[in-house]
């Protein structure tokens, strides 16, 4: 992975909003629901005419329904859960799915051992979210060292990582690069290749170390 510095001066432009509160927003839940629908009207080999009979709802209707088109109400998507035989919830699944949030408190992360931890690296697990929409699971870490801790041979795992520097002082080695970690630097790099802490200058020293990988890997 080749090794880029930004400079202060340089303006990205990206194309994403995180701010954004377009109308899409909005019509995920519907969207949600109406595949959820569809997919069990044709799971149980059921015609939407069928499913009209059924329900008493109009063809026009159903199919603003399953087209995400349309709110339903609880009312109407109980009478659909009825006709189906399934529970009213289970039309919420692939949006609960894909709107996952995780808090974790001040002090409450799970202390735990990655593969290739060292004595004195403690590794606090701040959260997981493995099955989403997206494909991707993240791991977002808080790693302190002290002055017992090890410095090792570098390790190397699937995915992508950024390490955000908290305290302290560390020689962070990627690859052939070396690079000086203070408080309020950021290292974001491909984690295919060698990385670790190389030098614990200031101690002790905290950081943020944030991993996301595809599901299957």
Do not use: C, W
């Given at each position: 992975m080749k090794t880029?510095?930004?400079?202060?001066?340089?303006?990205?432009?990206?194309t994403q909003n995180p701010h954004s509160t377009s109308s899409k927003r909005e019509k995920v839940l519907e969207v949600a629901i109406g595949r959820e629908v569809r997919g069990f009207r044709k799971s149980q080999g059921t015609t939407v005419a069928e499913l009209s009979e059924m329900t008493g709802l109009s063809i026009g209707m159903l199919?603003?329904?399953?087209?995400?088109?349309?709110?339903?109400s609880l009312q109407t998507l109980q009478t659909l859960a009825n006709a189906l035989s399934v529970p009213l919830t289970s039309f919420f699944r692939q949006y609960e799915e894909s709107r996952e949030a995780v808090h974790t408190k001040a002090g409450e992360g799970v202390?735990?051992?990655?593969e290739g931890t060292r004595a004195g690296h403690q590794y606090n697990l701040l959260g997981h979210i493995g099955s989403n929409a997206s494909g991707v699971i993240v791991e977002p870490y808080l790693i302190e060292l002290t002055t017992e801790s090890d410095t090792f041979e570098t390790?190397?795992?699937?995915?992508?990582?950024?390490?955000?520097?908290?305290?302290?002082?560390?020689?962070?080695?990627?690859?052939?690069?070396?690079?000086t970690l203070r408080p309020g630097d950021t290292l974001f790099f491909d984690a295919?290749?060698?990385?670790?802490?190389?030098?614990?200058?200031?101690?002790?020293?905290r950081y943020l170390s944030i991993i996301s990988y595809p599901q299957n890997s």
């Open positions: 880029t510095e930004q400079s202060s001066d340089v303006v990205v432009r990206l199919s603003k329904i399953e087209n995400g088109n349309t709110s339903p202390e735990t051992e990655r390790f190397q795992h699937g995915g992508i990582e950024t390490i955000y520097m908290l305290e302290g002082e560390v020689d962070y080695r990627h690859g052939n690069d070396v690079f295919d290749a060698p990385h670790g802490p190389e030098k614990l200058t200031v101690l002790p020293a």
